[in-house]
């Protein structure tokens, strides 16, 4: 039974001897933005490399239980892990953008889909740069590293990168956290559009920033979700005392 | 008081290490330099031996220089060809099995400290074995033998340096591990690729062990990998035993020739090194 985009059911995860998931739970909800919320060290961001299966990298790790996309379980699955990553952009806490080209970072998701030639490449860069706000700052310099752009604007071009890729959800790591608050509030406000078309999955530790952009909430803590609800529900009324004490900054 | 005593004899050791180092070199340069280079003719490196490399006091070192670029442009396509594999495996493809990556490792690292006398016997046993002569090609797979822990271990090194991020960012858009490795790992590691490369072929020129028993020697420029050749090292081997002067020249000019190839491949090394940066991530 599944409600949401995507369901992770019972999902234990151990690093070696650490068991660093303890049976989560979750639903996403289709075109929302989820916030997955906790202090550092939650598991947070081993929960967000588990749905994309990039935590498969690690040496020793062991996952156990059932990750639902659309009713298809992503985990236990023959099919090619390079199409499930497909259908989500991962956008990490330090943007880490390809040692190539402005144009080229983007024209690689491109090109690994099969499209390639500059005249079908140019159009479809230019539509990504422009959905992220960043055509106009470097569409004289396409051809410039990408590592010569500001923090800020790796960080939009990597969500470009991740969009051109064509996902159905977008997986972000603490997206903002590198950023001066300029930058970060672009990004924010990118987020918020960017819901129409996505499913949105953020990690944060900022309070204040999941109740500014949240539409549901899961409270992490020590590898087990404590509470989940929609952001209103979450934040006003919470329903268990780990939540509140959270809230209040027991843990900071 | 102890302390800054101690402090003055580290400094002057220091001093004096640096002294002697620098004071070394410039004398092993300044040897060659001072026996070789009055020798330095057009003739010497636009000929051929004249009346054989032992006892004819006419001609050059053509044939070294000729033999050993073949020798070590052989080898070193050879152990490109295995290498950039490998070191692409050890840090994508078999990222996960780090036990078995790092005993890998290890035995490049033995087969690197290996002298290269026992290649070069290796490389003679395996002729015999099977069937070869002295030849170019036999030079060449030896050589190339000798090369390849040292290649492939220095790519490993900057490949184990590339940030796990970038490794990760590339596979979280769906590519698959060669795309990883072929469009994003070579690209971020390429000054170290050149590096590695120009490194093993310094090393592939200037040793004379790997090549004694597996090229022979000859006055002529190899026109096919079956035939003998003669390289640089070996020149300098075989005609500083020479009780002719003329020859022992010949000898001389070999040894500064190597000595300005090697030095002209190390500061291209480095040159390399540094260029190609702008694109990479740091």
Redesign the interface.
């Known amino acids: 039974m599944q409600q949401g985009k995507i369901s992770i059911q019972n999902l234990d995860l151990h690093f070696g001897k650490h068991h660093i998931l303890k049976n989560v739970n979750i639903e996403i909800p289709e075109n929302q933005l989820t916030v997955i919320l906790g202090p550092s060290g939650c598991g947070k961001t081993t929960l967000m490399?588990t749905l994309?299966r990039?935590v498969?990298?690690?040496?020793t790790v062991k996952i156990n239980g059932k990750i639902f996309l659309d009713n298809e379980d992503i985990l236990n699955t023959d099919k090619d892990v390079?199409?499930i990553?497909?259908k989500?952009?991962?956008l990490?806490q330090?943007p880490?953008?390809?040692?190539?080209?402005i144009f080229n970072n983007i024209a690689?998701?491109l090109r690994?889909?099969g499209i390639s030639g500059r005249r079908k490449l140019a159009p479809l860069v230019e539509k990504y740069l422009r959905q992220v706000n960043l055509w106009d700052e470097v569409k004289d310099r396409l051809k410039d590293?990408?590592?010569r752009l500001s923090i800020g604007q790796q960080q939009r071009l990597?969500l470009a990168?991740?969009l051109a890729?064509n996902p159905e959800i977008i997986l972000a790591d603490e997206p903002t956290s590198a950023l001066d608050p300029l930058s970060a509030s672009i990004v924010e406000k990118q987020f918020a559009e960017l819901k129409k078309d996505y499913t949105l999955v953020m990690v944060t530790h900022v309070l204040r920033q999941a109740r500014r952009i949240a539409d549901y909430v899961v409270f992490m803590y020590l590898g087990e979700v404590i509470e989940q609800g929609p952001v209103k529900e979450f934040f006003e009324n919470p329903k268990m005392e780990k939540t509140r004490e959270y809230l209040k900054g027991a843990f900071n | 008081m102890w302390r800054k005593i101690e402090e003055k004899v580290f400094y002057y050791l220091m001093i004096i290490s640096t002294v002697s180092l620098g004071l070394l070199l410039v004398l092993i340069v300044a040897t060659i330099v001072y026996r070789g280079l009055p020798y330095l003719s057009w003739e010497m490196i636009s000929q051929t031996p004249k009346g054989g490399y032992y006892f004819g006091r006419e001609g050059g070192i053509l044939n070294a220089i000729i033999g050993s670029l073949y020798l070590s442009s052989g080898a070193v396509i050879i152990a490109l060809v295995i290498s950039l594999p490998v070191s692409l495996a050890m840090n994508i493809h078999l990222k996960r099995r780090k036990k078995l990556v790092n005993g890998l490792r290890f035995i490049l690292d033995l087969l690197w400290g290996i002298p290269s006398i026992v290649y070069g016997a290796f490389g003679f046993t395996l002729m015999i074995y099977l069937g070869i002569k002295a030849s170019l090609l036999a030079g060449i797979i030896t050589v190339a033998f000798f090369i390849l822990p040292i290649m492939i271990r220095s790519m490993d090194e900057v490949m184990k340096n590339v940030p796990l991020s970038l490794i990760e960012s590339a596979f979280a858009l769906g590519s698959t591990r060669s795309e990883v490795a072929f469009k994003v790992m070579v690209r971020q590691t390429f000054p170290g690729i050149i590096t590695a490369v120009l490194l093993a072929f310094g090393r592939g020129i200037g040793d004379v062990a790997a090549v004694l028993f597996t090229t022979g020697y000859t006055d002529n420029i190899p026109t096919s990998l079956m035939q003998q050749t003669a390289t640089l090292p070996l020149a300098v081997f075989f005609q500083l035993g020479s009780p002719i002067p003329e020859v022992q020249n010949r000898a001389y000019a070999a040894a500064l020739i190597l000595t300005i190839i090697i030095l002209v491949v190390s500061i291209s090394t480095r040159y390399f090194g540094k260029r190609f940066r702008k694109t990479l991530i740091k």
């Open positions: 490399k994309n990039l498969e990298l690690e040496e390079t199409e990553r497909k989500m952009g991962l990490s330090r880490a953008p390809l040692p190539m080209s690689y998701g690994i889909n590293p990408a590592t990597c990168r991740g890729v």
